[in-house]
């Protein structure tokens, strides 16, 4: 969290932006969105398939941790070499997007491979405060999930994105 914020910082000190839009994937889009809660900085996020539940996203890399032969004893976790202490664990099982409040006025897009009764909830619970979200699919967008070693495919499309950002959050 503090290097997002140290990077909104130093994008608006270097730019002179009064605003930024985030742009976060899984567990960086969920980090975005918790990190809009605390500033009032942002014009909009750009969610690309968003842990919605941190537990859900903790309980997901323990069993790949217990699989892998990398499970600890001490509250910490180690998955795929994403080390996460004890504390980073417990704040990130504490998140829930559909509790998230965000600042009145924040823009919402949400991309997602498939539909959620959470996300919907979450989509609803940001408009009630004030913000304008909203949900689209992942058409295009595959390629941001694949693994590293298939970068020979073709990119990902990311038009859609440029287009909301066009059409929704003013320069």
């Excluded at 694949?146 to 990902?156: D, I, L, N, Q, V």
Aim: charged share 20%; with cysteine; glycine share 8%.
């Amino acid at each position: 969290m503090d290097s997002i914020h140290a990077a909104i910082d130093w994008v608006c000190k270097t730019t002179g932006a009064r605003q930024v839009v985030l742009c976060g994937l899984r567990l960086g889009a969920t980090l975005a969105a918790v990190a809009a809660t605390q500033r009032d900085d942002l014009a909009g996020l750009i969610l690309l398939s968003p842990n919605l539940r941190g537990r859900s996203f903790i309980r997901q890399l323990e069993i790949e941790a217990k699989l892998a032969g990398t499970a600890r004893d001490d509250g910490s976790l180690e998955a795929h070499g994403l080390v996460l202490s004890a504390e980073a664990v417990r704040e990130i099982a504490s998140v829930d997007l559909a509790n998230t409040r965000l600042p009145t006025g924040c823009r919402v897009m949400a991309f997602n491979a498939a539909e959620s009764p959470v996300l919907d909830r979450c989509i609803l619970a940001w408009r009630q405060g004030g913000g304008a979200a909203t949900t689209d699919d992942f058409a295009g967008l595959t390629q941001f999930l694949r693994p590293s070693f298939m970068s020979h495919e073709p990119p990902a499309q990311v038009s859609r994105i440029t287009q909301w950002l066009q059409e929704t959050v003013p320069p």
